[in-house]
């Protein structure tokens, strides 16, 4: 990982003054993967040219559309380019990005917070596509950021109680700080269980641990590309599986605002989840730190 001097952003779109900008679990297998095409970074927030502070949806679909419309803009028909992956992204000074991607943020949200919009989104979808969870038992595979947003997120939509399965101490005591507990009971069974680890280890835990007719979320990213599914306790189960994927909007709401008022409500998620902060030209050591998970970093956040 090295930080280079690139030109300053020209065409169209919105120039946005970065102020923070989150490593991600895809960021770290992203460099492992392939030759990058575009500077990282999905995960940031900044501020326009009148000073107001923004998030940005890292995606340029067209929103006109029949699956944009539907509010899957990452189904969007003519092609969707994501910023961080092959359009330039957000681990940057500034960022140029599609008008229609801006969201303004309400008061009482800091830059670094800012930056958590994204991973918080990608939870309230997922949970808004688990149906209704009010006063059921819930349950979360994995504590990084993605686990302890999605318990977060179970939280706000009315869950009765959200177990987390961790795997570091850190992740504990952070799923305790936001009132969610680490200790499974053996035996038990959960309502809705969210895979948040996406590994073939985690597919078959939640399956294992959702109740007989209950539902399974698909939050995090199966990246073997290709995962064994126990099939037969699945289908004697009647388990529903959810896949889940970015964020997008229904009839009501966009995930991006839903994400940002409940950063502002609990600020609590963004002071547990930051556990480091760098500056832009350290990139090198905050991807060593994102990606030692044993050593204590939850969300790691580069500031230009
Ligand atoms: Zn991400
Ligand atoms: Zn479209």
Redesign the pocket.
Known sequence: MVCVEVPEPAGDGVRVKIAAAGVCGSDLHLVELMPLAATLGHEFAGTLADGRLVAVEPYA?????A??LDGR?YH???GLQTLGLDRDGGMAEWCLVPESSVVLLPTGLDPAASALVEPVAVAVHAVRLAGDVSGMSTAVIGGGTIGLCALAALQAAGAASVDVVVRHNHQREATERLGGRADQSTGATWDVVVDAAGTEASLAQAIRMVRPGGRVVLAGTYWQGTVPLPAIELCMKEVRLIPSMMYGHDATSRDFDVAARLLVTRPEIAATLITHRFPLDAVAEAFAVARDRAAGSIKVILEP
């Open positions: 679909p067209c929103r006109a559309c699956d944009c803009p969007c028909q003519r």
